[in-house]
């Protein structure tokens, strides 16, 4: 063989395995921020902002779809859902969500985007592709979040004012369970096995462990600081992150023995969190700094302070192919 036929033969080669070899997908971090109606949108690997985009009135709950290709946020003033292309960072689509919709998730296999409507007490079901109401399911009073289990048989709905969780089953879309929880719940995170909830209890300042089996509460502790609002579980489930939003803080506790490890001063209304897929980083909103707070889970210490817009709310982290 030539040393032509070799070279174009080496370039065909390589070609080749970069059409076989996908790209690696990049880490975006999008943010509501509820009094600039926009998300502001965050590289992780840089930490720089790369785009504000406007969405609807006082934009709260957001949450990416399990591909990383769609970011999707509730417009509460709006009573809408606006969809954000994750890479093109351009709004494409906007839909009635019922009345107030605050807090969203998708089922793990993402057939389903689950809404809560805090004034109208009730969870809208949407087709993700359509953005089609495919039913309503009524709630407790005020609902604030909704989560959903690893396992994808559970969206767990946290209800503020009637002080209770909502378990609803994903086959029948149904409400299977009611649980009595302490003063104000707000953020909730399942474990990995989908058999316990953590609960925040903003005006109880305490978390709370739910045991799926029993459908009780199991487990309750102060946490030590002043309105909890949010909980995220390490990549481990060893500790548990708690923001809280009068304290102005993140509140590291072991999930063991219940007591706090240490606690990481972040600002003002502290509220909502999301991890990096690799567990190493803490995105936090700090809503009266109108900036996001990043946390390094090895040294337990604020490493970046990003601006955001106007009193950050929501956060979530798309791995965006």
């Not at 007591?259 to 969190?273: D, F, K, L, Y």
């Amino acid at each position: 063989m030539t040393s032509g036929c070799r070279a174009v033969l080496t370039l065909v080669v390589i070609g080749v395995l970069a059409l076989a070899t996908p790209a690696a997908a990049e880490l975006r971090v999008f943010v509501t921020n509820e009094k600039s109606d926009d998300v502001t949108v965050i590289d992780a690997a840089s930490g720089q902002r790369i785009a504000t985009i406007a969405v609807g009135k006082r934009p709260r709950g957001v949450t990416a779809s399990p591909d990383g290709r769609r970011v999707y946020v509730s417009n509460s003033n709006s009573d809408s859902v606006s969809v954000i292309d994750a890479r093109a960072l351009t709004v494409v689509r906007t839909a009635p969500a019922g009345v107030d919709p605050e807090g969203l998730t998708f089922d793990p296999a993402g057939a389903a985007l689950y809404v809560v409507n805090e004034n109208e007490l009730s969870l809208t079901i949407l087709d993700p592709t359509t953005l089609a109401i495919l039913k309503k399911v009524e709630v407790g009073k005020e609902p604030e979040t909704a989560v959903a289990s690893p396992d994808g048989k559970w969206i767990a709905v946290s209800n503020e004012t009637s002080n209770d969780v909502h378990l609803i089953d994903t086959a029948s879309k149904t409400v299977r369970a009611r649980i009595a929880v302490p003063k104000n719940p707000r953020g909730m995170r399942f474990t990995k096995d989908s058999r316990r909830l953590w609960v925040a209890s903003e005006q109880a300042n305490d978390v709370s462990v739910i045991d799926l089996a029993t459908m009780s509460v199991t487990r309750s502790v102060p946490t030590g600081g002043s309105r909890p609002v949010d909980v995220v579980l390490s990549a481990d489930e060893a500790r548990l992150y708690v923001t809280h939003g009068q304290s102005a803080d993140v509140r590291v506790i072991d999930t063991e023995s219940l007591r706090v490890v240490t606690t990481i001063p972040t600002g003002p209304r502290t509220w909502w969190a999301a991890l990096t897929p690799d567990g190493r980083f803490l995105y936090v909103t700090v809503g009266r700094a109108n900036e996001v707070a990043v946390i390094d889970t090895q040294s337990h210490a604020v490493v970046r302070r990003i601006a955001a817009g106007t009193l950050p709310w929501g956060i979530a982290i798309a791995e965006v192919p």
